[in-house]
């Protein structure tokens, strides 16, 4: 599996933005699917977004033209990119590797340790 370890998040004022890294180790990278899922304080982690190996994308739809999530298989690197945040996006978000079929049910062979995103209104 997979190591996974993310960065990037911060103390943002509404309406600004953020890019979320996560660096994989291993040289598979590229042949993982890749997401990013969050969990906000008394609620499910929930899935926000996942790129496939192949590089298409899916989106949950609530933040689909907010958040842009690529990938750079050189760096061994998924990132997460954020813009017109809300104070509802607070959260922690955690990047996450495996298929796109487990990802879209919430599972996956690997998790980060998660990097905390505070959107102050």
């Known amino acids: 599996q997979a190591q996974l370890v993310e960065s990037g998040g911060g103390l943002v004022q509404a309406g600004g933005s953020l890019r979320l890294s996560c660096a994989a180790s291993?040289?598979?990278?590229?042949?993982?699917?890749m997401g990013w899922f969050r969990q906000a304080p008394g609620k499910e982690r929930e899935f926000v977004a996942l790129?496939?190996?192949?590089?298409?994308?899916v989106y949950a739809d609530s933040l689909k033209g907010r958040f842009t999530i690529s990938r750079d298989n050189a760096k061994n690197t998924v990132y997460l990119q954020m813009h017109s945040l809300k104070p509802e996006d607070t959260a922690v978000y955690y990047c996450a590797g495996g298929t796109s079929g487990d990802l879209l049910r919430g599972r996956a062979g690997s998790w980060g340790q998660g990097t905390q995103v505070t959107v102050s209104s």
């Open positions: 790129i496939r190996w192949i590089g298409t994308t």
């Open positions: 291993g040289r598979t990278f590229s042949s993982y699917d």
